[in-house]
């Protein structure tokens, strides 16, 4: 689970950096925990009071094929170890809910959401879009396709759904447009490229089978 943001009212006088209304939504778990469970209702002071000491944890984790250590917040997402801690740009922050595919990475050659993996459970070598292209800087075949055939505007969304479309392409679903539709419906283009994505797919597809 990503780390939860707080914002701070402009009148609050609690906590800086805790707004006022965490603050009375944990007071009112907390009394209500007080009854069933004094250990939970316990914790549930703490967080309130923003006393909860973090938990740190060694993480050993193989990225495009280097293998790095780093020391991490127990909580900390692997979108947030590879953008904060390893300075991978290249998976975006989008909607931080699973939602949008902007955090998209390949972990063991499959599809994952980085906003909701938790980089301490990470095990399989992480793939990213900085990793894709040859040594020699020949773009990967869905890079280029994706350049050919227009399949993006802002950008933004480029990266999870050009490393998406090679695993859609891994995973046999190109069949047909109506195919790669549906098993790219979990990556948004808030810029309406969807035609274009499907016409990259439908060229790096051939490419990608034979090498």
Known sequence: MARP??????????TPGIARRDVLKSAAAG????????????????????????QRTRVSITVNGHARSLDLDTRTTLLDALRNDLGLK???????????????????????????TLAAMVRAP??????IAEADGTLHPMQQAFI?????????CTPGQ?????ACVAEGHTGSGDAIREYMSGNLCRCAAYPH????????AP?????
């Open 207 to 211: 490419q990608m089978k034979r090498t």
């Open 5 to 14: 943001h707080y914002h701070r009212m402009a009148d609050d006088k609690t």
């Open 31 to 54: 009394t209500a925990l007080a009854y069933a469970n004094p250990v939970a209702a316990a914790q549930s002071r703490d967080i309130a009071a923003g006393t909860v000491a973090l």
């Open 90 to 116: 290249g998976a975006k922050k989008g909607c931080d809910h699973g939602q949008c595919g902007a955090c998209t990475v390949l972990v063991g050659g499959e599809r994952v959401l980085g906003c909701l």
């Open 148 to 156: 050919d055939q227009d399949a993006f505007q802002c950008g933004y």
């Open 197 to 204: 994505i499907v016409a990259a797919i439908e060229q790096a």
């Open 126 to 131: 992480v793939r990213t879009i900085e990793g």
């Open 162 to 166: 050009i490393l998406s479309a090679i």
